[in-house]
């Protein structure tokens, strides 16, 4: 049990579907975060939300839509996604990275997206 | 930009072998250190973390890691590996910018204990 869970674990979808990715955490952090872990890359941080306002968004296309409507919940919305999408989505939590400068991350299971 | 180089991507070594797993960070202010590792079928989780004080710091499972702030290193170390380390292991480095702290991870180095 990591106290942060990912739904689903494992998603296919085609080009024109809509779905979503859901996370929750249950460790009282008031930071979220949205990872996209690809074979032989560094994890690549895709945005972070810190007491539910969105303080990063890392150059991610709009096909990528995140919601986070409290501190312990965070969607990943999917639209028109491409091949090249296809990864391991992890979600995270830590405490307030502005003012907990050593807090860690707390990962969940992650969500494998396929995308045909 | 801060970076993180992970130079073994794949190591494979047999039971009771010792390890070490390089990890160098291109960023010249201060930092905190961690790694990362994930088990087959499993979450990311925290193995340990450097953030002052002595830059020689002991995590779970008998591992340690060194902190050569000259070096802009923190390798991962454990003197004797069992067939359970099998996993694939992350460093990261988080700096403050912006009045937030930033994550960057490296590429991960998978390990493969043979008994």
């Known amino acids: 049990e990591t106290g942060v869970t990912q739904t689903p674990r494992h998603l296919v979808m085609g080009m024109t579907n809509k779905k979503s990715l859901k996370c929750e955490q249950h460790l009282g952090h008031n930071a979220m975060y949205w990872y996209k872990q690809s074979a032989k890359k560094p994890l690549e941080l895709m945005f972070v939300?810190?007491?539910?306002?969105?303080?990063e968004n890392n150059s991610v296309p709009s096909r990528f839509s995140p919601e986070c409507p409290n501190s312990s919940h965070l969607f990943l919305h999917l639209h028109t996604l491409q091949p090249e999408d296809s990864a391991l989505y992890l979600c995270?939590?830590?405490?307030?990275?502005?003012?907990?400068?050593?807090?860690?991350?707390?990962f969940g299971n992650g969500t494998r997206l396929t995308v045909t | 930009a801060q970076s993180v180089s992970q130079h073994n991507h794949h190591v494979i070594l047999s039971e009771a072998a010792s390890l070490e797993l390089g990890c160098n960070y291109s960023y010249g202010g201060t930092v905190n250190l961690f790694w990362y590792v994930q088990y087959p079928g499993q979450h990311l989780q925290l193995l340990l973390k450097y953030f002052s004080g002595d830059p020689l710091v002991k995590g779970i499972k008998g591992f340690e890691a060194e902190f050569i702030k000259s070096k802009f290193s923190f390798n991962l170390r454990k003197p004797s590996v069992q067939w359970s380390d099998t996993a694939e292991y992350f460093c990261?480095?988080?700096?403050?910018?912006?009045?937030?702290?930033?994550?960057?991870f490296g590429t991960g180095t998978k390990l493969q204990v043979i008994p």
């Open positions: 939300y810190n007491f539910k306002e969105q303080t």
């Open positions: 990261a480095v988080t700096i403050i910018t912006g009045g937030y702290q930033k994550v960057t």
């Open positions: 995270a939590s830590s405490q307030n990275p502005r003012s907990d400068y050593n807090s860690p991350l707390h």
